[in-house]
């Protein structure tokens, strides 16, 4: 393939010729989107809440200047975990092979230098597992690698709690090139076939999705795939109860259609929250500012009225059609189950009006699809940001006493583990019931369990024992609610029920099992009061004379650590929940 020159404006960003930082030139253009100091005028940009570095942890080297892919991956390569490959890769199913062997390994992000056909194209690099690990989770987080999942978790659920909102400015590297008309050829960027049951070649995969409400005008930032259907044209899988499935409605039916902007390659705090469930009326871009510490820096496209991160990467503009006539086929894809494929589909059609991008862009891309030992890039947005949403929301619905939650990542959302500190009968039906209520719904929540303290959410094994022994499924402990709504791409689900031109969502059956003691049980007189034995624990005092005594034993094995101390004593558990 050879690079794309006709009716290429070359439009060097303002001010700095390298960097074309747009710092002086804020504009108010949407009422909600205000204009900030300059960067240089403002404080350093950190990431998160101050670093907190451990003896053995080295600080993590935040870029202070400017915050976007490269300034990211600079911050991984600091962190010893981004890899350079010049080693030729074919984008046909070998990064994709690739990839999947790297995040399985825990391996780096990887930033593909040379890729075959794509030696003299627009654009000749690829970055992907860009969030392939905890690490490169904590690295974007700002914390040192002793931090605990719970935290983790923590750090996400009060990030979300202080947005940050988005500014406008005047234009930035985005607009260093802009394609329009002829000069736009999709076939220029190196969009992988990532498996080999791959319907095609999917280019949105790890991007930002944005459009508006036509209605409120209210924007929302989405992560949804298409597939590369024509030169410029991309099928898009549109689920009616996602953000933008919701915008989409209100487009079908009446003239006109959608304006949409397709990001490829910012920072990753971008993909990772349009990728998450917030609750609508959570604007994403609020959400990225909070994690970064700053807002993020908006440009005007140039053909829709939608803004962009000035310095994106690539940014994909057009319009797509209502009209079902206009559909093309799409699919299938490996999706994020973990099996081979989905049938194809009928899909609306995004056309393609405007391409901008940096001078030598990287596009960034994912993989899907975790299963057992191996993940994906979805695995540790699972785990840390969506167990940290489904927090909030719980909080957001009035739902005291939640203590903590764990999405497991390579169930990648379908299931949850909430625990409590229960205070009531139905507790757990109320958790279950808050979740299944919300948008997110859509792909998450199809397994609630919840428990109570005495159980670590991410240990299998405790759950294992809860589901063994705390759990009367004929006595109201098992519930199941459905059909409701629910994934399309759920291979447990009849596939006739999985269309979404048809049905608009897929179908499923939910299941809350409620690991918690049941309240039915009368409080018994001979078990101290208790509705069910105590757990079997060793007296603390007795725990700290073996303690002490340990070494002198010569068992020859480290003693307990002080979490596992505390869970065979349950000394500081028992001070707040009696009943352990
Ligand atoms: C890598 C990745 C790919 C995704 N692909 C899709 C997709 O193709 N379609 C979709 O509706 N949701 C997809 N999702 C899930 C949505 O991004 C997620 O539901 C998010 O909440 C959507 O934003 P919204 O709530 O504003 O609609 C994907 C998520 C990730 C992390």
Avoid at 179 to 194: E, F, H, N, S, T
Avoid at 225 to 230: A, H, L, N, P, S
Avoid at 366 to 386: N, V
Wanted: net charge negative; proline share 8%.
């Amino acid at each position: 393939m050879s690079r794309q020159t006709s009716k290429t404006d070359k439009k060097p960003a303002s001010k700095s010729k390298k960097k074309s930082t747009p710092e002086a030139e804020v504009v108010e253009l949407t009422p909600r989107i205000r204009p900030e100091p300059s960067p240089e005028a403002a404080p350093e940009p950190t990431p998160g809440p101050a670093p907190q570095p451990a003896a053995t942890e080295p600080t993590p080297a935040y870029s202070m200047a400017r915050v976007d892919m490269r300034s990211w991956m600079r911050d991984l390569e600091t962190a010893g975990l981004l890899r350079r490959i010049k080693a030729e890769v074919d984008w046909d199913e070998e990064i994709g092979a690739l990839a999947r062997i790297n995040l399985a390994l825990g391996g780096p992000a990887l930033l593909f230098e040379t890729i075959k056909d794509y030696r003299d194209t627009l654009c000749t690099r690829l970055m992907t597992c860009g969030i392939a690990s905890r690490a490169h989770v904590l690295t974007l987080a700002g914390l040192p690698s002793d931090t605990s999942d719970k935290d983790l978790v923590r750090h996400f659920k009060d990030a979300y709690r202080k947005p940050i909102e988005p500014r406008l400015v005047e234009t930035g590297a985005t607009k260093q090139n802009i394609l329009r008309g002829d000069a736009i050829d999709l076939g220029q960027l190196p969009v992988p076939k990532w498996h080999a049951s791959d319907g095609g070649r999917f280019i949105d995969t790890y991007c930002g999705v944005i459009t508006k409400d036509p209605e409120t005008g209210r924007t929302n930032v989405g992560l949804y795939r298409g597939m590369i259907v024509g030169k410029n044209r991309i099928a898009k899988l549109i689920i009616a109860t996602q953000g933008w499935g919701g915008h989409f409605g209100k487009y079908q039916g009446k003239a006109g259609h959608m304006p949409v902007a397709v990001v490829h390659g910012w920072h990753d705090a971008l993909p990772l929250c349009a990728g998450s469930p917030f609750l609508k009326g959570v604007e994403e871009w609020d959400m990225i500012g909070a994690l970064l510490g700053r807002p993020v820096d908006l440009v005007k496209c140039e053909t829709v009225d939608l803004e962009v991160p000035a310095d994106a990467e690539i940014v994909v503009e057009g319009y797509i059609n209502p009209d079902p006539a206009s559909f093309a086929m799409e699919g299938p894809f490996a999706e994020y189950s973990g099996h081979a494929a989905h049938k194809a589909s009928p899909k609306p059609v995004m056309e393609v009006t405007c391409l901008t991008h940096r001078d030598d862009p990287i596009y960034r891309c994912a993989l899907e699809g975790a299963r057992p030992g191996f993940p994906s890039e979805d695995s540790p947005l699972c785990a840390y940001s969506w167990s940290a949403i489904a927090w909030n929301m719980l909080e957001d619905f009035g739902i005291d006493n939640v203590m903590d939650v764990w999405m497991p990542p390579v169930a990648t959302g379908t299931n949850i583990v909430v625990q409590v500190r229960k205070r009531y009968r139905g507790h757990a039906q109320q958790v279950a019931n808050a979740l299944w209520g919300t948008s997110a719904g859509q792909w998450f929540f199809k397994n609630v369990m919840v428990v109570e303290e005495d159980v670590d959410i991410r240990d299998r094994e405790a759950l294992d024992w809860a589901m063994a022994f705390k759990v009367d499924a004929g006595g109201g402990q098992l519930l199941t609610f459905g059909p409701t709504f629910g994934s399309v791409l759920d291979p447990s689900m009849p596939p006739e029920l999985a269309d979404p031109a048809t049905y608009g969502s897929g179908s499923w059956t939910r299941v809350l099992i409620d690991a918690t003691r049941n309240w039915e049980f009368e409080r018994n007189p001979e078990i101290d009061g208790r509705r069910v034995p105590a757990l079997n624990t060793i007296d603390p005092e007795l725990e700290r004379k073996v303690r002490e005594r340990w070494s002198e034993y010569g068992i020859g094995v480290p003693y307990l650590d002080d979490e596992a101390r505390e869970m065979l004593t349950l000394e500081q558990m028992r001070k707040v929940f009696p009943e352990a």
